[in-house]
Structures are given as C-alpha cells and as structure tokens.
C-alpha cells in the first residue's frame, strides 16, 4: 500500500483510536494497522518509566516480548537504541549481528527477524513512544518504510497519547478506591481478624485475582501462616504451609523486605521457586520499621498473570495495610492490659471487702 494517500492516513488513525482506550488495545492496533499497509513483522510500544526502569514495554502479540513486565536483561539490551530514538527524535536501524544479539534477550529468543527499527512517535514536535518493530527480511525499512511512518507518526502519537490519560486516570481512581474502602473497614470497631476479613472481601471485588490473601509470621516459630481470609486456597493447602516458606516466593519476600513480580515463573528461573504448579506470583512485604511480620501474596497457574499497575496497586495496599494492622494490634494489647488491670482491681477490692 505504499505510497500512502491522504484517506489512509486517517483511516489507519481512525481505527487506532477506535481499538480502545487501553495501552495494550491501541498497542494491538498500531500493530494489526502497520502489519496491513506496511507489512511488519511484529510491533512492541516502548514509553518512558519514571521507575525503576527508564523504559516500559508494551508487546503486541506477535512481539518476541510476550512476556510483562519485560525481563531485565531484555530491558538493559534495548535501552542503548531506545535512547538514541528518544533523545534524537530519530529512526535507528539493527541488521545482521545487533539483531541476533538483541534477541538472544527476548523471552522467546530468535523468531526468525533479521531487521529492527527503532522509530520515534513525534507530536508537536515532542517524542511521544518508540515503536519497536521487526521484520525477517533483511533490507525491510526502506525509506518508502520510513515516509510512510514519518506521515503515520502524528495520528499513532496522539493515539499513545490519550490512552496515557485514560490509565493515569483509571489509575488514580483504582488508588482512591483502594484506601477508601480499606479506610471505611480500618475505622470500624472490629478486632484483627475480622478486620482483614473485611478488607481481603472488599479488594477481592477488585483485584478479581485466582488466588491471593495475607500471610502472617507467627509468634514463636516464625512460620508465614495464611490468615483464613486467604482468597482460592483449599483446606488442605491453608493447612499445608509448605509454599509459603523456604525458596518460595512469599518466603524470600519475608526474608528480604522487598516486594517481587514473577510473571514467568520456570525451573531455571533465577528467582526463588516454590510449587511448580505456580507460573505467575506477586507478593508484598507487611512492615514495621525494618522487621516484615507478613506479606501480601497473589499467585496464579497461568504465565503472565499480572501487570505492571496490578503489582503497583498491590504495593500500595501494603504500604497502607502494614500500619493499619499495627495499630490495630496495639489496640488490642492496650485493651487486654486495661482488662487485665481492671479485673485484679475487681478481684482486690473482693478480697479487701
């Protein structure tokens, strides 16, 4: 379909903006269209993380980087051409022995690609999103490639850039939604238990996760114990504590104090293993100070269970809920030695009287 005309231009930003108002729904779109009129391979967004990273990834289908969040390995080979694309505004172009090295990095190692671009998304004139695309013939992104994109850019742009609004927004009022409802339960009169109770029943009409809840370290052996509230998880395995210590996940997040995202969990993963049956796991130390007296643990038996926002919103809660169960155990210990008090004052007035 090269040269593109006029009418294809708006019809290409048309059915973009019409793929939907998510990240990945407009990821899938610019896809499908530049697969169409341009004959690309497969298609990958990349836009800055004001994170840890400098660079998110948003894979389409077809994408070698299947896999969210993208391994770091993966992340740290990228980040070199995604630079000069950012910083310079430009297209840069990997052929030959950059492209089989660039690849040994992705989830699924070689799909056949011999040509890469990095190519900058520019709306008044200001970088917008990269996209990554590939192809398995080696002289693909021709400058007829190129024309065709520069005249795309401006459309897939403002595209990428409404479904950043959208998940800013969306996400700020997951966040309010989140504390609020953990706040109206954390103010009621009710003890420790069915406290979290209330609050794991409230979170899972929103999170919808296949399996998640609190784990506790117990007093004395320090075991991390699953609190009853513990969402998917049968008798036999609330009894059976095995997965929650040792190499498992929950166990190195209780050791370490940092939250983890496993989204690809595999025998010669290097991160901890814990049941085999487990391909994706999330989990969250509960803190006070330094020492970790729980965590916070959503796992699934499907890869890739898990976005970036759902480990950010599970950080949040425990960030929020790590105090709330402090207080409320101080409370509890205040009120056992008010009770404690009142009943030996009872007692020797008896014996006085």
Sequence with gaps: MLPLEASDIVNVTNRVMASGFELKQVAKGI???????????WVTVILPDGKERRFRFIPSEDSPMRQEPVPRETVEAL??????????GLPVLLSGRPVADLLTNHTEGEQGTTSILFFPLTCEEKVSAVLEMGSPQPSFFSEDVLSAL???????????NHA???????KRLDEQSILYGMAKVSTSSLGLDPMLTEIVNSLNAFFKFETWGIVLVEEGSKRLVPHPSFVGLSEEEMRSTGSFTGRGVPGWVAEKGEPLLMNYIRKESKGPQGDERILSE???PLKSGERVFGVIDARSRTSN????NDFHLFRMVGEHLAPIIEN???EERYRTVVEGLSTGSWYCRKRGA
């Design 79 to 88: 980040e070199g051409s995604c630079e000069k694309a950012w910083k310079a």
């Design 328 to 330: 409320v155990r101080s």
């Design 150 to 160: 520069r005249q795309l850019s401006t459309g897939l742009a403002l595209s990428v």
């Design 31 to 41: 896809a499908t269209e530049l697969k169409r009129c341009l004959g690309v391979d």
């Design 164 to 170: 950043v609004v959208h998940e800013e927004t969306r």
């Design 282 to 284: 999330m989990c969250v």
């Design 305 to 308: 269970a898990f976005s970036e």
